[in-house]
C-alpha cells in the first residue's frame, strides 16, 4: 500500500541500521513515549537489532494505560445507571477498574457498546433520543479534536442526549513530569507521531532547553523508527540537542491549526490523574462551561466507591520506564490478554500486551 | 489508540469524504482537514481525517534513505 511499504524496505532498514552502529559510541538510554512505537518497535525486533550503546525504554504514552482506577470507576458507575448507555472504544472494555471492568458491567446488564469512532456515539444517541449516551473520552491530542468536532457536530444537529467523560491528556505536561521525577536518566526521547501531527513539534522545544535532552518525531514504519533513531544520536553524539521532525510527511512544526482551534474552543487544560505519576498540573482537557450540557461529569451524579489498585501489579512503573514487563512476577503468569490484571496487558498498545505478542527478549 | 493509517480521499461531500485503502472504502469525516481535496492521502485516525499527508516530504524522506544507503556504500 502507497505510503506504507516503501517505508518498510529491508535494503534501507539494513543500510540505516549500519550507519547508527557506526555513529553511536555512549551508551544511551532512549524512550519511545508512544505505546504505537512499543508495538512498532518489538513486532519489527527493532530493539535486537541496535546496538549495545543503545536502550530502548517504553514510556506513558498509552492512553488506556494511564486512565487511573478512580476514573474507569467512574465510567464503570456511569454504565450502571439506568437509560444511560455507554459507548467507547474496544480496548476499554476489558481494563479492570478498583471492583470490575466494563465488560463485567455488560455483562450484568448495563448497556455498553464499543464504537469505532466517537461520530457513532452521536449516531446511537440520534437514534435513541429516550437514552442518554455517554462516550468514554479516552485520549491524546490526536483523539482530542474528533471528540470537539462531535461535540459541536451534535450541538449543530440538536442531539441533547449526547454526552462526553472527558479523560483526554496531553502529552507535553506529562514528560515534564517525568522528567522532574528524575527516576530515569534520558538521553533522547522518540515523540509522538499523531499527537504531533496535531501539536506540531514547537510543544517539546523546552525539552532539550531545559533538560538537554534531544527529540525526534517519528512515524511508525520501521524506516521511521530507524531513522529516527539515527538522529537521535547524531543529536547525542554531537551534543546539540534539539527537537527535530522524522516523520515529516504526516507532522509540520505548527502541527493541525484548525484542529488546535476546535480543542481549545470546547476544551480547557485542567489537572488529570495518571496511572503511576499521579496528578499533573494542566495535564488533561476538561469541557468548556459553554458546553458544560455535554459534559457527563456535570450531568450525571456519579458515586463510585473508595479506590483499590491491583497487588502486585507494576503497571505505574512500567509507565515511567523504571520497570520492565519482566520485572513483574504476574506477567505471563496471573496477568496475560485474556485475564489481564493491570491495563498495560490489555490495551493493544500497552507495553505488557506488547511484550506478551511479540515475545521480546530479556535485556 | 493515536493508530493512524494514510488513506486517499475518492470523493468528498460537504464535510464527509469517502476514501479508499487497500481496496476497501469507507466514509470519514474532514471536520479536522477541511484543506483536504479529492486525490489527497489524509492520516485517518477513528473515523476522523486528522491531517493531509505531505507527498512531497514522503518522497524527500524516501530519497534522504536512498542517499544515506549511496553514501554507506561510498566508504
Same mark, same amino acid.
Given at each position: 500500500m502507497k505510503l506504507i511499504d516503501e517505508f518498510r524496505d529491508v535494503k534501507l532498514g539494513k543500510k540505516l541500521i549500519a550507519k547508527i552502529h557506526q555513529t553511536s559510541t555512549k551508551p544511551v538510554k532512549l524512550m519511545e513515549f508512544c505505546g504505537g512505537h512499543t508495538v512498532a518497535i518489538l513486532k519489527h525486533g527493532i530493539r535486537q537489532l541496535l546496538p549495545p550503546t543503545i536502550e530502548m525504554l517504553s514510556g506513558p504514552g498509552c492512553p488506556v494505560c494511564v486512565t487511573a482506577n478512580a476514573d474507569l470507576d467512574?465510567?464503570?458507575?456511569?454504565?450502571?445507571?439506568?437509560?444511560?448507555?455507554? $459507548?467507547?472504544?474496544?480496548?476499554?472494555?476489558?481494563?479492570?477498574?478498583?471492583?470490575?471492568?466494563?465488560?463485567?458491567?455488560?455483562?450484568?446488564?448495563?448497556?455498553?457498546?464499543?464504537?469505532?469512532?466517537?461520530?457513532?456515539?452521536?449516531?446511537?444517541?440520534?437514534?435513541?433520543?429516550?437514552?442518554?449516551?455517554?462516550?468514554?473520552?479516552?485520549?491524546?491530542?490526536?483523539?482530542? /479534536?474528533?471528540?470537539?468536532?462531535?461535540?459541536?457536530?451534535?450541538?449543530?444537529?440538536?442531539?441533547?442526549?449526547?454526552?462526553?467523560?472527558?479523560?483526554?491528556? @496531553?502529552?507535553?505536561?506529562?514528560?515534564?513530569?517525568?522528567?522532574?521525577?528524575?527516576?530515569?536518566? @534520558?538521553?533522547?526521547?522518540?515523540? /509522538?507521531?499523531?499527537?504531533?501531527?496535531?501539536?506540531?513539534?514547537? /510543544?517539546?522545544?523546552?525539552?532539550?532547553?531545559?533538560?538537554?535532552?534531544?527529540?525526534?518525531?517519528?512515524?511508525?514504519?520501521?524506516?521511521?523508527?530507524?531513522? $529516527?533513531?539515527?538522529? @537521535?544520536?547524531?543529536?547525542?553524539?554531537?551534543?546539540?540537542?534539539?527537537?527535530?521532525?522524522?516523520?515529516?510527511?504526516?507532522?509540520?512544526?505548527?502541527?493541525?491549526?484548525?484542529?488546535?482551534?476546535?480543542?481549545?474552543?470546547?476544551?480547557?487544560?485542567?489537572?488529570?490523574?495518571?496511572?503511576?505519576?499521579?496528578?499533573? $498540573?494542566?495535564?488533561?482537557?476538561?469541557?468548556?462551561?459553554?458546553?458544560?450540557?455535554?459534559?457527563?461529569?456535570?450531568?450525571?451524579?456519579?458515586?463510585?466507591?473508595?479506590?483499590?489498585?491491583?497487588?502486585?501489579?507494576?503497571?505505574?512503573?512500567?509507565?515511567?520506564?523504571?520497570? $520492565?514487563?519482566?520485572?513483574?512476577k504476574l506477567f505471563g503468569q496471573t496477568c496475560v490478554p485474556e485475564h489481564p490484571v493491570g491495563p498495560c496487558m490489555v490495551s493493544s498498545e500497552g507495553a505488557c500486551a506488547a511484550y506478551f505478542h511479540f515475545g521480546a527478549s530479556h535485556e | 489508540m493515536c493508530l493512524a493509517v494514510p488513506v486517499r480521499i475518492v470523493s468528498i461531500e460537504g464535510t464527509n469524504a469517502e476514501v479508499e485503502i487497500g481496496g476497501v472504502r469507507r466514509q470519514v469525516s474532514l471536520w479536522l482537514t477541511p484543506e483536504a481535496r479529492v486525490g489527497d492521502y489524509v492520516l485517518l485516525h477513528t473515523g476522523y481525517a486528522i491531517t493531509v499527508i505531505d507527498e512531497a516530504e514522503a518522497e524527500q524522506t524516501l530519497k534522504l534513505f536512498e542517499e544515506m544507503a549511496t553514501i554507506d556504500e561510498a566508504h
Open positions: 467512574k465510567a464503570i458507575a456511569l454504565a450502571k445507571l439506568p437509560n444511560v448507555i455507554i $459507548t467507547t472504544f474496544g480496548d476499554m472494555m476489558k481494563v479492570p477498574g478498583s471492583y470490575s471492568s466494563l465488560q463485567e458491567a455488560k455483562a450484568q446488564g448495563a448497556d455498553v457498546r464499543i464504537v469505532y469512532s466517537v461520530h457513532d456515539a452521536v449516531d446511537i444517541a440520534a437514534v435513541n433520543p429516550q437514552k442518554s449516551v455517554v462516550f468514554l473520552g479516552i485520549g491524546f491530542e490526536t483523539t482530542a /479534536p474528533t471528540i470537539a468536532a462531535s461535540i459541536l457536530e451534535a450541538r449543530q444537529n440538536g442531539v441533547r442526549n449526547f454526552h462526553v467523560l472527558s479523560l483526554l491528556k @496531553l502529552c507535553p505536561p506529562v514528560m515534564k513530569a517525568l522528567l522532574d521525577l528524575g527516576e530515569i536518566e @534520558l538521553s533522547g526521547i522518540v515523540c /509522538p507521531g499523531h499527537v504531533s501531527a496535531i501539536i506540531g513539534s514547537h /510543544p517539546y522545544e523546552f525539552i532539550p532547553e531545559q533538560y538537554k535532552i534531544a527529540c525526534v518525531i517519528s512515524g511508525f514504519e520501521p524506516l521511521d523508527i530507524l531513522l $529516527t533513531v539515527d538522529m @537521535l544520536i547524531e543529536q547525542i553524539e554531537r551534543d546539540k540537542p534539539t527537537v527535530e521532525i522524522a516523520y515529516r510527511r504526516g507532522v509540520k512544526p505548527e502541527g493541525n491549526i484548525h484542529a488546535l482551534k476546535l480543542i481549545e474552543q470546547v476544551f480547557e487544560a485542567d489537572s488529570a490523574n495518571w496511572r503511576g505519576i499521579g496528578a499533573v $498540573t494542566k495535564s488533561g482537557l476538561k469541557i468548556r462551561k459553554q458546553y458544560e450540557h455535554f459534559d457527563a461529569e456535570k450531568v450525571f451524579p456519579i458515586v463510585s466507591a473508595p479506590v483499590r489498585e491491583a497487588k502486585g501489579c507494576l503497571c505505574g512503573e512500567i509507565l515511567r520506564g523504571v520497570k $520492565t514487563p519482566h520485572d513483574c | -
